[in-house]
């Protein structure tokens, strides 16, 4: 109790001056007025007093007169003292001092004086006051206070109840049932009951209870009645336990508790007559009861509905229909009414929410106004409160609307005036409202109404001091619309109109809330209420009611339907509705046709659980066997295209979903924005298009529309507008091109990890389609302005966002035909000048003002040395042009015009159509017909202007800085090679922009070598592909194929296009009879070989990638070959050579990979039915005659030999090519100096998919292996051990005895051995030609430009004389870092400066022609061969040699015997093995028959090939140093030891083919 302390000072000084100061003290503790806390404090002080008293500190006499005189500072201070006296008593008693006690005895006798008696007997124990002598025994005082007790409390006074004496409750009766309309108050009745009372001896409570009962009867007098009781009521207790009688007496069964008991109950709580808590435990049921029954009806609720998506039994049927008979029987017995509930609806009527809200919150969410008449009177006051805002701002314009009258009662709710006045009690009601809100649908509106007004006002109101506010009021408006609107909307029946309502709401929302509250609404809201429950398995059992009878035949009552079912539940429906269509893609087509009856919000409801659906984290988006995408998936988005298109559905949200998706690094769903462009736009993108449409797709837009796509796109205006408009709103459009584009590499480097190669090729495939096509969307439907400023330029795109050349460029593309255009148009404006000339002029001047920019930022994108070989200006040429740019379509504007004209012809003829259809129809087909021509002649108008640009630019496209080859390289690498696998379009370009190149006689373009490049190494390409990627480089290949087929089939062509272009420049170099330097040109003849050579690599190119095994390289092959078809083969073997490896794929694949089969197949008919057009080799390139008195050396491997796993594929053609090279070599060798440079054909290959070896480095190659075959034939035979020697003669034998053995087979095979011995004579024939060629010093090599070159490099030009080619040898993989590093060498030497490949290639492909080699005249020539070669061993051993060429011979020699050592062990257990099979294998007819190397032959050749680069690099190096400063005396005797090589030459050919054969 003590808060108080006194200070120690006064207690020691207590007669000085502690006396004084405590009096002070008391005196202003009186004085203060705290609200009843000063008496605290006076007794906090009184009781420190006298505790320092009790405990002996204080004297009694000296603190009792202390005391004495402070009972004059106030009235009560002796109760107070009283009070501290009897906390003393209380510490004391219960102390064992007893000194303390008697301190505190005394000190209370010393204080009698002044303390009544009468107050310490209230206040003490009886034991103290007998203590103090204040009663004599404390014992009978305490059996005296019983005693009052129970006669005070516990006696009944006796009153006259009613059935006593009646008179006077008859009088009471009549005196309170009066009519009260007069002056009659109820203080005037109080008076009158109060006699009555008196003078009949009334009972008080029976009074009050007759008053309740009237008040009852007359419930309407509430006033009168309520002040009566007010006025009569003693307790509010008394009053509670006779409404609980009351209350109490209706609780039996079947009994019905009145509404009038519920209103004057409400009415006295209203008025805190009663306390809800006192009169809440009267009431039945109790919260126990009510809570049970809720869970029960929940329950019940999940039954009914899993009952309604389960199949019944119909045992089980009969079963559930007696239990249903049973609970109808105990629901017959009527249980009480819920008083609780009656009480809260009287509540709500008068408007009391206070105590209404109480009573909710006792029961568990929405149980109340789950009862309708609770949530209508709850509708009522939300209706009342709310109307004054409504008045203001809710009413739309031209309602009138009925005005409401507000309540009496003042305590009710007040009407809100403002959006924030909202907050105070209107949301909370709604929030107890809940899904029942559906029971009052003009409530619905109003607020819904409500909320249109607030946004508006939030959109427009941007004041700051209001901002949280309105922040606030939306996220209640939101609440709202989740927890009432959109549940009371599921419990409505189908009302349409409100869904339209409710849309105008919503669709002020951003979609992200809108889609959030969908979320809520299908996934949360349904499970917790009774009724959604219900409701849904209904729904659900509706909708699969429907779906089951769905056709396209009953699309428009099924689709009335299902409108119908989704105004009330549409995520429910359509939930349903999608999980069909993943099951039954055929399904969609009919769905979409049927939801033409949806309301808007519907709609948008539809495009949130499509994009739900396809978010699904439990659905695996592959199949699976991981190869291809889930057919749910696709039917999805098939559904979005078709569905987004036909209806106004916001696309913002799904687009946003493929963006979150591309930014997660996922590309699956690029499927659903390639639907639904392809939809929206009528942009398809097929590599499956015919050439009728890729031609009608290089014209303008109208001509795309008509003649580019499959289907004919019609009406996409509308909804290609709606999709740009979505993109530009959400600035969606560049972030998605950026991000394909990205993705793409992602594809493959970042999500293809652990995925199988297929699905990421088509992944792959997929993110390029999808990215071509939003390109092409962007470029078409975009503003001028809007693409401008949208797409950055180039060098940002590549650098900054780092986004691929080609798909930057793509994506610029139309921003400079935009920009150019324009230029032009300012320019054309500027000056008005319609000559022709002048509009060239100005054309031209708006590109370079256009294009100058992009020529310096395209330096950046790659190294300072790329710009060596190919100038800024060509390279942006080439990215910014398109094929509408290079030439007009004329057949296919004219095809799509005979169209029209059909048209019009057949709507004339028809008598159907009504006359207004068909003036229509003629009139569209007219304007088409308008529209394309006028297209075409503009088109027309731009190419001339862009020839005419092209004709200016091309003199500075190209430097000489470098080779010919080195531009080459870098602009099949740069340009051609990544742009014509971009697109279908792309890849016709490429093949267009080169044979443009090469008619616009472009200065330092080889054409041949380009072609040479492209056709000489497709391998690399072909395997680098994805599927698409090969459709589009077949195409390529076929366009490229095209233009040298017409050059190559017609002498007048050739000559006309080609003959005297730089492009097609040889160089010829003289015998020294003339002295200089001529340029000359490649004559048709020659073409028509080189044409050869290349199908002849494109054969070969095909056979290795089939033999693979590889799934990748076969179905790439079979596709690039299955373009080319119309142009390739043409030649007959090569022909059957493919038809024979084709069919092995064929029965290879026909169980193992049924695709590889399909497309094997599909090209085996197709090339089967090209037959007839193929011609034999000889009529396809003249062929040359070999002498008969030739002694060629046997065959070695044929192309790919050195390494590559297929490359054995013509041994005996490429061995044959040889042996004529050799017979040529020979002749010429009596005559004729050798140039090294010319001694073998230039190999043109790929090191990798994009690019090209340059030539110089072919040229390079070759002198690199001509000197390595002479190094080595010098070597091999004085090196060769005899156990070697022994083993070569004992091999060669079997060889013989093998051949003879097959050739007799192969002769009683062969269906045509008449036309094989006509190719050996024609073989003959053609080595006496080549060998009259080579004497007559005819051209055989195409070179660069004439450059003036130093004196010592023509003499050497005039003495170099043409060596013929041999066949090409693939170099072997395991050497390619060695000679690399031996190139390198090289080049820091001088070189013959006119070393271009392609006249050496010219030659080269004489070769195939020499296939069939007639076995017998290797026996013939062996007795020579072994002269030959016993004359130059002879002359090798009698030459000198440097110390450091004797070491590196030793070094080859051993390498060499090892090798063949191994080969001949190899070779004889293979035969021991096979028998005979190795000899077939040797002997096959064409480039296609044979069966792959086994790996220790590739082993063995493999290593041979290492050996021989090596020497050849060495040899290379010394020939290429001195090669300018020789005299002609040196010359000469290295023409002695040149043909001294050739005999080795041979011999070590013939011994290295016997061992692989």
């Known amino acids: 109790m003590a808060t108080l302390i006194l200070p120690g000072e006064w207690i020691k000084n207590w007669e000085k001056s502690g006396k004084h100061e405590f009096v002070q003290l008391c005196k202003e503790l009186t004085e203060k007025t705290d609200h009843g806390n000063e008496t605290k404090d006076i007794q906090a002080a009184l009781y420190e007093v006298c505790s320092q008293v009790v405990q002996g500190n204080l004297k009694i006499d000296l603190v009792s007169a202390v005391l004495g005189e402070m009972m004059e500072l106030r009235d009560d201070l002796p109760s107070i003292l009283a009070d501290v006296f009897c906390i003393l008593d209380l510490e004391t008693g219960a102390l064992e001092e007893k000194n303390k006690r008697d301190h505190y005895t005394h000190l209370v006798g010393a204080c009698l004086s002044f303390v009544p008696e009468a107050i310490l007997k209230e206040r003490l124990d009886p034991e103290t006051l007998e203590s103090l002598g204040l009663i004599k025994q404390a014992h009978q005082f305490n059996q005296k206070i019983v005693k009052i007790k129970t006669k005070l409390f516990y006696k009944q006074q006796k009153f006259n109840l009613l059935r006593e004496e009646n008179e006077g409750y008859a009088k009471l009766i009549t005196e309170l049932g009066q009519d009260l309309s007069g002056n009659i108050t109820s203080n005037l009745v109080l008076e009158s009951i109060k006699s009555l009372i008196g ?80 009169l809440y435990v009267h009431l039945m049921p109790v919260d126990a009861t009510i809570v049970e029954e809720h869970k029960r009806e929940i329950s019940e609720a999940k039954q009914i509905a899993r009952k309604l998506v389960t199949v019944v039994l119909p045992s089980e049927k009969s079963e559930d229909k007696e239990k249903e008979k049973e609970k109808e029987e105990e629901k017959n017995e009527k249980p009480p009414d819920n008083q609780k509930l009656g009480l809260l609806e009287a509540l709500l009527r008068i408007g009391d929410w206070h105590h209404a809200q109480s009573i909710m919150d006792q029961m568990p969410s929405f149980y109340a106004t789950s009862h309708k008449a609770i949530a209508l009177a709850l509708c009522q006051l939300v209706h009342l409160t709310m109307e004054p805002l409504y008045r203001r701002a809710g009413v739309p314009k031209g309602a009138k609307g009925c005005a409401l009258q507000p309540l009496q009662n003042k305590r009710a709710p007040q009407p809100t005036e403002s959006f924030e006045d909202l907050r105070k009690n209107t949301f909370s009601m709604l929030c107890y409202l809940g899904p029942h809100l559906s029971h009052d649908p003009i409530l619905f509106a109003k607020i819904v109404r409500l909320g249109k007004s607030f946004m508006k006002e939030y959109q427009t109101d941007s004041r700051p001091e209001v901002k949280d506010k309105m922040e606030i009021l939306l996220s209640c408006f939101l609440s709202i619309a989740d927890q009432v609107l959109l549940p009371s909307l599921s419990l409505m029946e189908c009302n349409a109109c409100m869904s339209e309502e409710l849309w105008g709401l919503f669709k ?111 659905k695996e988006k592959m ?20 569905v987004f298109r036909k209806y106004p559905i916001e696309l913002a949200g799904l687009l946003q979903y493929v963006t979150n998706q591309l930014k997660a690094g996922k590309s699956f769903d690029l499927l659903i924005l390639k639907e639904v462009v392809q939809k929206m736009a009528g942009i398809e993108i097929t590599d499956e298009m015919t050439s009728e449409q890729l031609e009608a797709m290089t014209g303008g837009e109208q001509l795309k529309a008509e003649g580019g796509y499959f289907g004919q796109i019609r009406n996409t205006k509308k909804s290609s507008q709606r999709l740009k408009d979505a993109l530009l709103d959400h600035e969606l459009a560049l972030p998605l091109c950026l991000l394909m584009a990205q993705q793409r590499n992602g594809v493959v480097f970042l999500e293809g990890g652990e995925k199988h190669l297929k699905l990421v090729g088509h992944l792959y495939d997929q993110c390029h389609d999808t990215l071509v096509q939003f390109g092409g969307f962007l470029a078409s439907n975009l503003s001028t302005e809007d693409y401008i400023k949208r797409v950055p330029s180039i060098d940002v795109l590549c650098n900054q966002f780092h986004t691929p050349h080609d798909a930057a460029f793509f994506l610029s593309r139309p921003m400079y035909a935009h920009q150019i255009l324009s230029k032009y148009e300012e320019l054309k404006k500027a000056e008005k000048g319609n000559r022709q000339q002048q509009k060239v002029t100005k054309y031209v001047a708006a590109c370079e003002q256009v294009m100058t920019p992009v020529h310096e930022a395209v330096m950046s994108l790659h190294p300072a040395r790329v710009w060596d070989d190919l100038r800024p200006q060509f390279y942006a040429t080439f990215w910014s042009l398109t094929m509408y740019d290079l030439a007009v379509p004329h057949a296919a504007y004219e095809r799509e015009v005979n169209k029209l004209k059909a048209q019009i012809k057949a709507i004339e003829e028809n008598s159907e159509i009504p006359l207004n259809k068909k003036k229509k129809e003629k009139e569209r087909c007219t304007a088409l017909q308008e529209k394309l021509q006028e297209e075409e002649k503009k088109q027309m108008e731009h190419v001339q202007r862009v020839l005419h640009r092209l004709k200016l630019e091309k003199d500075s ?49 080889c054409t041949l070598l380009c072609y040479d490049r492209v056709f000489s190494a497709i391998i690399y390409t072909v395997a680098s592909c994805t599927e698409n990627e090969s459709h589009r480089y077949g195409r390529f290949l076929c366009c490229m194929l095209e233009t040298v087929t017409r050059w190559h089939s017609n002498r007048a062509v050739y000559e006309k296009e080609c003959a005297n272009y730089p492009g097609f420049l040889t160089i010829f170099r003289a015998t020294g009879f003339d002295g200089g330097n001529k340029a000359d040109q490649l004559d048709y003849e020659n073409f028509r070989h080189v044409v050869h050579k290349w199908h002849y690599m494109l054969t070969k190119a095909s056979v290795h990638c089939l033999e693979t095994g590889d799934y990748t390289h076969i179905r790439n092959i079979l596709i690039v070959l299955t373009k080319i078809l119309p142009c390739y083969p043409k030649v007959l073997n090569l022909g059957q050579a493919l038809e024979a490896r084709v069919h092995k794929i064929c029965l290879e694949e026909k169980d193992k990979r049924p695709d590889l089969y399909a497309l094997a197949m599909g090209y085996s008919g197709r090339l089967k039915s090209q037959k007839v057009h193929m011609v034999p080799e000889n009529e396809f390139h003249h062929k040359d005659q070999p002498a008969r008195s030739a002694t060629p050396s046997s065959q070695q491997n044929g192309p790919g030999s050195a ?110 051995p008449k036309a094989d011995r006509e190719k050996v004579k024609l073989d003959e024939k053609s080595g006496k030609d080549d060998k009259a060629k080579a004497g007559n010093g005819e051209p055989v090599e195409p070179a660069r430009d004439a450059v003036k070159e130093s004196k010592n490099k023509e003499k050497g030009d005039r003495n170099a004389a043409i060596a013929t080619l041999k066949s090409p040898n693939p170099r072997s993989d395991s050497a390619e870092s060695e000679r690399d590093h031996k190139r390198r060498k090289l080049d820091s030497h001088s070189s013959p400066s006119h070393s271009s490949s392609v006249k050496d290639s010219s030659n080269e492909l004489k070769d195939p022609a020499t296939k069939h080699i007639n076995f017998n005249s290797v026996a013939r020539s062996k007795s020579r061969e072994r002269e030959v070669e016993k004359k130059d061993t002879e002359s090798v051993q009698g030459r000198s040699k440097e110390k450091k060429e004797e070491k590196e011979r030793k070094e080859r020699k051993r390498d060499h015997a090892v090798n063949d050592r191994e080969a001949s062990q190899e070779s004889k257990r293979r035969k021991d093995e096979n028998g005979t099979n190795s000899s077939k294998n040797s002997q096959s007819t064409s480039p296609s028959c044979d069966s792959p190397l086994t790996p220790e032959k590739e082993k063995t050749k493999r290593s041979k090939s290492s050996s021989k680069e090596k020497a050849e690099s060495a040899k290379a190096e010394r020939t290429s140093s001195g090669g300018k400063k020789e005299s002609r005396h040196d010359k000469s005797e290295k023409k002695e030891k040149r043909d001294s090589a050739g005999g080795k030459e041979e011999k070590k050919h013939h011994k290295s083919s016997d061992k692989h054969r």
């Open 199 to 278: 003078c009949f001896n009334l009972d008080p409570n029976r009074v009050l209870d007759i008053i309740l009962e009237v008040y009852e009867s007359r419930s309407e007098q509430d006033e009168f009645f309520l002040s009566l009781i007010k006025s009569y009521m003693c307790e509010p207790i008394t009053l509670c336990h006779i409404l609980g009688f009351k209350f109490k007496f209706y609780q039996e069964p079947n009994e019905e508790t009145p509404k009038s008991l519920y209103h004057i109950a409400a009415a006295l709580l209203n008025h805190k007559l009663i306390e809800l808590e006192d």
């Open 508 to 618: 002020l929302f951003p979609y992200q809330h809108r889609y959030r509250l969908y979320g809520q609404w299908k996934n949360e809201t349904y499970s917790g209420h009774p009724l959604l429950v219900k409701v849904k398995a209904q729904t659900v059992e509706r909708a699969r009611y429907i779906m089951k009878r769905l056709t396209k035949e009953n699309i428009k009552q099924s689709g009335r339907q299902i409108g119908k079912l989704s105004h009330s539940n549409p995520t429910i429906l359509f939930d349903y509705m999608l999980s069909q269509i993943q099951w039954y893609d055929n399904l969609i087509v009919p769905v979409v046709d049927s939801l033409k009856y949806l309301t808007s919000l519907n709609y948008d409801v539809l495009a949130y659980c499509i994009i739900e659906a396809l978010a699904n984290p439990e």
């Open 623 to 642: 199949k699976h066997d991981d190869t291809t995408l889930s057919l749910w998936l696709q039917s999805l988005a098939s559904l979005c295209g078709a």
């Open 957 to 1005: 496209w190209l430097l000489t800085k470098s080779t010919k080859n080195e531009t080459i390289t870098k602009f099949l690498q740069l340009c051609l090679f990544p742009r014509c696998i971009f697109s279908s379009i792309d890849a016709v370009y490429c093949a267009r922009f080169v044979e443009l190149v090469h008619q616009q006689k472009t200065p330092n373009f």
């Open 1203 to 1312: 390494g590559k796993p297929a490359a054995n594929t013509s041994k005996t053609e490429e061995g044959g090519f040889e042996d004529g090279d050799r017979v040529k070599d020979k002749s010429q060798g009596t005559t004729k100096p050798v140039n090294k440079a010319n001694s073998t054909a230039a190999k043109v290959t790929t090191s990798n998919g994009n690019g090209a070896l340059n030539s110089t480095k072919a040229v390079k190659d070759d002198k690199e292996k001509s000197g390595k075959e002479k190094k080595e034939k010098k070597e091999k035979t004085p090196g060769s051990t005899p156990e070697t020697k022994a083993e070569n003669r004992r091999e060669k034998q079997r060889d013989e005895r093998a051949g003879k053995e097959e050739r007799l087979l192969r002769e009683g095979k062969e269906k045509t």
